[in-house]
């Protein structure tokens, strides 16, 4: 099998060539027992990837024997520790954005396979109630600004029904069916007749 890339020297240096597409590269050394080491490197990644990612791992074992059983939150931290001054401020101010929660909150090592997702369960399931959280708040927000008694008719809800976010999603829900005068009214006269719950807000508002 023809190999991939060529040795030749320029100079003093020596390059490697691109057997299929003819690009040249330097291989930084002068050394004419080092120069076919590194070529022959670089055949054998291009001829076996997989193989060339299990020696990389073995070389770093080797010489950093815990690379393996570190995570993201290291690699980070290690990071700040070469930032000083107004560096180190917006890698710090960098590392508190949302973006880097997947990476940052995960307790997983970190895996130098590719094109996989490595996802902590119980990390999943702390996004999923954010999202959960982030989606009741949302419809809070939107019930209290139905009208003026909203607030107050809520917070009787909340007093006397143990799954007060049903009601409030349904009341919510209602109030993109019948207009918004109707669904105000309807609000008021409940809370007047200490009516808290979302079924008689349907029967009145249509």
């Keep these: 099998m023809k190999p991939r890339f060529v040795l030749f020297r320029r100079g003093k240096v020596f390059y490697c060539q691109d057997s299929t597409t003819g690009r040249q590269a330097s291989l930084r050394t002068r050394d004419a027992a080092e120069a076919p080491t590194l070529l022959h490197a670089r055949n054998e990644a291009f001829r076996q990837p997989l193989l060339n990612l299990q020696l990389a791992r073995t070389y770093l074992s080797a010489t950093d024997p815990e690379i393996a059983q570190r995570s993201w939150r290291a690699v980070m ?4 520790r070469t930032k000083t001054g107004v560096t180190l401020h917006r890698h710090e101010s960098a590392m508190k954005e ?13 895996s130098f396979e590719r094109q996989q997702d490595v996802v902590h369960p119980d990390h999943e399931q ?12 949302k419809i809070l927000l939107r019930f209290l600004a139905l009208c003026p008694q909203a607030r107050a008719y809520h917070e009787q809800l909340a007093e006397r029904r143990l799954n007060v976010g049903h009601h ?37 508002s249509s």
Excluded: N, P, W
């Design 168 to 204: 409030r999603q349904k009341i919510v829900a209602l109030s993109e069916i019948f207009a918004a005068d109707k669904t105000a009214r309807a609000i008021a006269d409940a809370h007047e007749l200490c009516a808290y719950h979302c079924e008689h807000m349907r029967m009145t």
């Design 126 to 137: 702390a996004l999923l109630r954010d999202r959960v959280a982030a989606r009741d708040q």
């Design 98 to 110: 949302a973006a880097f929660d997947l990476i940052l909150v995960a307790e997983h090592v970190r």
């Design 77 to 80: 931290d290690e990071m700040g």
